[in-house]
């Protein structure tokens, strides 16, 4: 095994910058065996679970893991219980959401996330009863406080030094996995196998690859696995985005060329292989970190978005706003864009549309000639690809999809604002952080995403 794979290994956290937070950061690396001995427990305790729904309240690292297995398992035609990962403030998808028949799985590692907080209010306001709900937290948080305070029919206990990001292979991950019928012990054994040289060389390749200017990580997967790209994006992006560095992640079904391109091709045949991919991907990660000589384990500006959305709500009324049209967008682009940049298109609208919202990318993409082009929900993103957009190099163009109109009226208990309010102060929030970092940012408001596509 070479150098730096036993240096990672053994958790040697010089690997990194002096001041990084690694020494609290690398439970994950041992995770998966821990969670291996747990699997049989896991699966007893799910099939116990007497409903036909869970649905998941998080955000960020708490849902994309979960929201890959299910999506996944789901291409694949494989059985299990059904699973909703509920990680918006859309007020249209969260009175959608059916909630009846239902468990619920709150997840968060800090215990004070807005949104999850907000979206457990919406689900308590319906079902008062602590026995069909679970938590997945840290240690000594406010959740736990309040799950065992409700009653929760089980409080989970995360390990404190495994960030959300690198979470999908703990508690975070293989909870929502246990309730949706997936294999814990499959998943734990193929991390348990993966070639850790290769995932050194993998992340070795990335990082130089960004060093030398080939910054977009073009990474192909089977389009069976296409939902692989949620939770390998937002692993990329967090981890190396910062101090005006960082790999820009564009996953993809299609083969995407350019001069700006590091391509990755990933293999993967049964649902189970996502244990390994998940692996493989983290080690990955951490190592390109080394090689760009940032910290991959901090997000300095995931923060800064929390902030900037606590500023808005904290001057209600919403400031009047102003938005171009769908047909400003080309003309906009055309005077903005510049050679290395990526377009990032940012859709605070209901979810439930991902195939218009893959049509938008591919547009925009072939329009510009093959240009990387990356697409995602908010409020997700402010949790994960965020950080790339405002800490790593400032190449990026921003599209900030709006939905036309008022937002529908949805209430969230016992708080001064609704959801259509929220949604709209994260976006705003998110805007205002992008110019105070120049960057290029356009907000267009749209009813429908064919416009664009």
Known sequence: MSTLAQRLRAGDDTLWPA???APTRLGWLEVP?????????LARWAADIPFTRVILLGMGGSSLGPEVLRLTRDALGAEGRELIVLDTTDPATVASTDLEDAFFLVSSKSGTTLEVEVLLAHAWASHPDGSRYAAITDPDTPLAALAHERSFDRVFINP?????????LSYFGLVPAALAGIEVDGLCEMALETDIEGAVDLGSGMGEAARHGQDKVTIKVPPEFASFGLWVEQLIAESTGKSGVGCVPVPTTEDENGDDRHRVEVEAARLIDLGGLFYRWEVATAVAGHVLGIDPFNEPNVAESKAATREVLGSLPLPEQ???????VSGWLDEVLQTGDYISVQAYLPYGHPEELEKVRRKLRDDR????????YGPRFLHSTGQLHKGGPNEVVALQLLRAGDQPK?????H????????????LGDYRSLQRHDRRVLRVAVEDLAELA
């Open 19 to 21: 001041g990084n937070v």
């Open 33 to 41: 065996q821990r969670m291996h001995r747990e699997a049989k427990d």
């Open 160 to 168: 404190p030094d495994i960030g959300g990001r690198y979470s999908v």
């Open 322 to 328: 102003d938005y171009a049209a769908a047909t400003d």
């Open 369 to 376: 000639g093959g240009m990387a082009v990356t697409a995602g």
């Open 410 to 414: 949805v209430a969230i208990p016992d």
């Open 416 to 427: 001064a604002y609704d959801f259509g309010t929220l949604i709209t102060a994260q976006a």
